[in-house]
């Protein structure tokens, strides 16, 4: 059994930050990668960032030089940065981690970016 809790969603203004956490636990050993998706509604989920367990990341070339992505292996935990935040920015976010045993979803995150 894999549970993701995730925090950190909200409501901010044009231009503003907000931090996305996630924390996995659960029957694993190791993460291979984890990552934050995003989807508005009537469309298909999308990949926003991604990190593996030696630190490689990836961004949607959407959210590059805006969004940081880490983790802490410690604790099983990944994190959003996400400054300069748009309009378009406002969706749902979904935590994901990929290990082994499975890929596994949290039950989202609403970020609002609205003045």
């Known amino acids: 059994q894999v549970q993701l809790v995730e925090s950190g969603g909200g409501l901010v203004q044009p231009g503003g930050s907000l931090r996305l956490s996630c924390a996995a636990s659960g029957s694993f050993f190791s993460i291979d990668v984890m990552g934050w998706y995003r989807q508005a509604p009537g469309k298909l989920r999308e990949p926003v960032a991604q990190?593996?367990?030696?630190?490689?990341?990836y961004y949607a070339d959407s959210v590059k030089g805006r969004f940081t992505i880490c983790r802490d292996n410690a604790k099983n935990t990944v994190y959003l940065q996400m400054t300069s935040l748009k309009p378009d920015d406002t969706v749902v976010y979904y935590c994901?981690?990929?290990?082994?045993?499975?890929?596994?979803w949290g039950p989202g995150a609403q970020v609002t970016v609205s003045s």
């Open positions: 994901n981690i990929e290990f082994s045993g499975g890929n596994y």
């Open positions: 990190i593996t367990s030696g630190g490689t990341t």
